[in-house]
């Protein structure tokens, strides 16, 4: 009989929460023959990234996984051999007391949130006993052997590959989207939180001698987009305009798999929070990542251990020019001048940002890691 496992989802803000567990219940269900139920207590964030999802459903079948609405009245259910609490959401009183009572006890688990720190691979797969009799285990996702590693679905890299080799089939992508770029135009794409320093670099990328096609997909930078280009409507989907060297258009938000796409359509990818960070470097280009700000400044160390490991293998100037331009949008200063410094060492970066992709795709992914270590646990 297939094993059953229950993933819980608290949509906190924005689209990470759901990304990342609406990625790995597929990939449980796909790769590894698993039943899967996922539980979502907001799903109007899920159906951004599943559109033709049904917001209401109190239950719904989407690509072989139970999507679940989580009511706020919880209502008893059968428990499943695995049971995944996702960034430390809070399970409901009676599914726990229905946890103890199951024989054997289900394998609990607390997915938690990425982070490059040196702590994580000490605390990775560490058992934290409740005080009503259950264990819970922290499972971390990371960067090294010794954590849990990263969502990467088996063929992943080479569907990437393929697809960068197949210049046709990029142009249709492109052009499905509706974007016509100029063929030497340099093609990036902007999925950031708000940041005040942006117009430094538009402008920045305005005056350079090669083309830039910037496409921003519907979000929370388009009103630093908006005051940089001084019009007074707010941005929609479908807006573009030239302001010399630089096209700016704004895309509708996309389904997981076409973002995916786009990612790998662009030659440099802007991307933040948890689950587009891990995308980018998939598509094994040039990145920045606009990290989500946390209270205390909390997510600067996690930057800065990201970074650490990141830059590892560049020379000493192409790594402090990718820190700087990095460090400077995320606490924000000018970007016109770090721009400049990064498309100096252009070449080298792009190289560097293939051998990353390669290194890190060598290593058990986060859904395989979690299957062993239920398996490991019988
Ligand atoms: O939306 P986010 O800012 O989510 C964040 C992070 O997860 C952060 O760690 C968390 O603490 C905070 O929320 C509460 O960024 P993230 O993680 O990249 O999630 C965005 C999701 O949206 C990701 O799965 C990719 C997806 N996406 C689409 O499916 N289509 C699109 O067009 C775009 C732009 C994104």
Redesign the pocket.
Known sequence: MKASWDIFCSV?????????T??LARQLVAEHGLQVRLWIDDLSAFV??CPGAEPLARQQWQEGVSVCQWPTEWVNTDIPDVVIEA?ACRLPTGYTEAMLQRSPRPLWLNLD??SAEDWVSGCHGLPSPQSNGLKKFFFFPGFSAATGGLLRETSLIEQCHAFQRDIVARQDFLKGLGIEALPDARLISV?A?ENPALGSWLDALASDSRPTHLLV?E?RILGDLQRWLGIDDPLRAGFIQVRAGLTVQV??????E??DQ?LWSCDFNI???????V?AQWAGQPMLWHI?QQEDDAHLPKLDAFLKLYLAGLTPAAAQAVNQFWQRWNVSGDLGECWAALAEHWPQIERHAERWCQQQAAQTDLATALVQFYVNSL
């Open positions: 906190v803000d924005n689209y990470g929460d759901a990304g990342v609406w990625r951004r990234l960034f949130y990425l999925f939180y997909p979000g895309l509708p938000f996309i389904r997981q076409l973002y786009l991307v933040r929070g948890e689950d587009s960070f995308r989500y």
